[in-house]
């Protein structure tokens, strides 16, 4: 059996490893609801910042709010 039995493919593309599937599964997931999280409380698709520095502001307030209310 040769390396390349272990893996998941995508239209003829190796995607995950069998043995990291969970992992990725699991970080998937995550990231995705974390994405939910922050577009539905925060709105943060929404962008009213008229400078740069004023978008990476809000930004990291709204992280920041999610971080600390998450522990």
């Not at 599937?21 to 970080?27: G, S």
């Not at 994405?35 to 400078?51: C, M, P, R, V, W």
């Amino acid at each position: 059996m040769s390396r390349m039995d272990n893996c998941s493919y995508y239209q003829g593309v190796m995607l995950v490893p069998v043995v990291y599937q969970h992992i990725h599964n699991a970080a998937h997931r995550l990231f995705e609801t974390v994405n939910g999280q922050l577009s539905d409380q925060f709105a943060i698709e929404k962008n009213y910042a008229h400078t740069f520095r004023g978008l990476c502001t809000r930004l990291i307030s709204k992280l920041t709010a999610h971080i600390l209310c998450t522990i």
